[in-house]
């Protein structure tokens, strides 16, 4: 469990970093943006983000670490950003964050608020925001951020319910669902169910974690709009990202 001595002086000491997940149009294969994600490099070694990010969650920590985010986006995207209007960088909010505050602050004072259309707030079902935290992420898809529910599964109802309550525009399919597509199940039975819920919703759909041409082929064929994975990059610093997105342009 991290404490906030900890963080402060791992802040301080520049010890956090950013990297960058492409994500590809599986329509026509561009990179047509990127998910910022979080590192943090001790003079041990870089530690995993499943030690730190969790712990971190419905503590007042979750809100510094992603005030940080948004000021090193700006400075480390937000040139690019304003160079290609039809791209987009992601950032991973935890709902607690949501609905008290802060969130716009850091946008209007790191810039990112001019640039809304092009930033994609995703957050994740581990934690439904409560009634307060549901008012401001409505309150954010009206300035023209869109928003994304991650780490869905399709096992029940629940991670989809909260659709109903927030005006979501991207759906992100958890990677457990995409390492089941295989040569021996090129088309398990969720894939059917994408399908539907594609026609008759009206969202867009991103899937996680691809890295083979089998899974490639079967969400092109469910007509799955967006992949990130190691098919197509691992995660990589900003001037390789920026570098990534000019020669996938070519």
């Excluded at 590809?24 to 041990?44: F, N, Q, V, Y």
């Excluded at 951020?145 to 991670?159: E, H, Q, S, W």
């Excluded at 659709?163 to 090129?186: E, G, H, T, W, Y």
């Amino acid at each position: 469990m991290i404490n906030s001595d900890e963080f402060i002086e791992a802040l301080a000491r520049r010890e956090f970093f950013l990297e960058y997940l492409p994500t590809i149009s599986l329509s026509d294969g561009r990179c047509i943006g990127a998910e910022a994600l979080t590192r943090w490099k001790r003079p041990t070694g870089v530690v995993s983000p499943l030690d730190f990010i969790l712990s971190m969650e419905n503590t007042p920590l979750s809100g510094m670490l992603t005030y940080w985010v948004f000021d090193t986006v700006a400075a480390e995207m937000g040139d690019w950003l304003r160079a290609h209007p039809d791209s987009h960088i992601s950032i991973n909010i935890p709902p607690e964050v949501f609905g008290r505050g802060g969130l716009m602050y850091a946008a209007e004072k790191s810039g990112l608020i001019e640039l809304a259309p092009q930033l994609v707030l995703e957050l994740t079902e581990r934690g439904l925001p409560d009634a307060l935290a549901v008012e401001a992420l409505n309150m954010a898809h009206k300035t023209g951020v869109r928003l994304a529910l991650d780490d869905v599964t399709l096992v029940d109802g629940a991670n989809l319910a909260i659709l109903v309550r927030c005006k979501f525009d991207i759906i992100k399919l958890d990677m457990s669902l995409i390492a089941q597509i295989s040569p021996l199940n090129p088309v398990p039975e969720w894939v059917r169910s994408i399908t539907a819920l594609l026609e008759s919703s009206g969202l867009a759909v991103t899937a996680e974690g691809v890295e083979t041409e089998c899974q490639l082929l079967a969400l092109r064929e469910a007509k799955v709009q967006a992949a990130q994975g190691f098919y197509f990059s691992p995660p990589i610093p900003a001037a390789a990202f920026i570098a990534y997105h000019r020669e996938a342009a070519v």
